[in-house]
């Protein structure tokens, strides 16, 4: 069976310094990999989707990048963190099934920026 | 830009009542998505409708689609206090690459 793991699960840092989230999924091959930021109380904003290794499309320009360097390995990162990145990221991947994209979401990693 | 749209934000029922949920989008879609989502938790797919259908059952969720109006509803039926959690609904976009979520209707649901 597929599962996907997001971590750290939280995390605390100060405003201008580094971020790395991982997201690796296990189960399936070339699947669709997605990053969303859910803010409090709010919905899901698309940050990046990736179709394929190195394969990136962004959604909302930021100062955030996303990177897939191995087929089921998704990360974002940000070399200098803002107050407005705080919020819940969260990794979803799907099957590349025409018609359908339904997505499976990781446990998501709770940031707050300081 | 959002494409769903749930009504209402929020809804507060008894343990043993219906609840619904609507939601509304914009442009032509292939299928509509709902997802449910607890506190502090990632989403969890719930039903899937394509656009040639009208309604679809399962188990104690129902959905329906009206393609003409825009809207999708969301039927719980006996509800349960374990059912208190978030619900969105999403539509694909045209490559089937990408998702777009409402911003979701919070129930609550009380012993």
């Known amino acids: 069976s597929q599962t996907i793991h997001q971590w750290p699960a939280t995390l605390v840092q100060p405003v201008g310094s580094p971020l790395s989230l991982e997201c690796t999924v296990e189960g399936t091959s070339n699947p669709n990999l997605y990053w969303y930021r859910q803010a409090a109380g709010r919905g899901l904003q698309l940050l990046f989707y990736?179709?394929?290794?190195?394969?990136i499309s962004s959604e909302v320009p930021q100062n955030l990048s996303a990177s897939r360097p191995q087929d089921r390995q998704f990360i974002l990162s940000s070399k200098k963190l803002l107050l407005s990145d705080s919020g819940f990221y969260l990794c979803?991947?799907?099957?590349?099934?025409?018609?359908?994209?339904?997505?499976?979401f990781g446990p998501g990693t709770r940031l707050t920026v300081l | 830009s959002q494409q769903g749209e749930e009504d209402p934000q929020a809804l507060s029922i008894q343990e043993g009542e219906n609840a619904t949920m609507n939601c509304s989008y914009k442009?032509?879609?292939?299928?509509l998505q709902w997802y449910r989502q607890n506190s502090g938790r990632g989403l969890v797919h719930l039903i899937l409708i394509r656009s040639n259908e009208r309604e679809k059952h399962s188990g104690r969720l129902r959905v329906t689609l009206d393609t003409s109006k825009k809207s999708s509803s969301l039927l719980i039926t006996a509800s349960r206090a374990a059912d208190t959690a978030s619900y969105f609904c999403?539509?694909?976009?045209?490559?089937?690459?990408?998702?777009?979520f409402g911003k979701g209707t919070m129930l609550l649901v009380s012993p």
């Open positions: 990736s179709i394929g290794i190195d394969q």
């Open positions: 999403a539509t694909v976009n045209s490559g089937y690459s990408t998702l777009t």
């Open positions: 442009t032509s879609i292939n299928n």
């Open positions: 979803a991947w799907s099957v590349r099934l025409a018609g359908v994209n339904e997505q499976f």
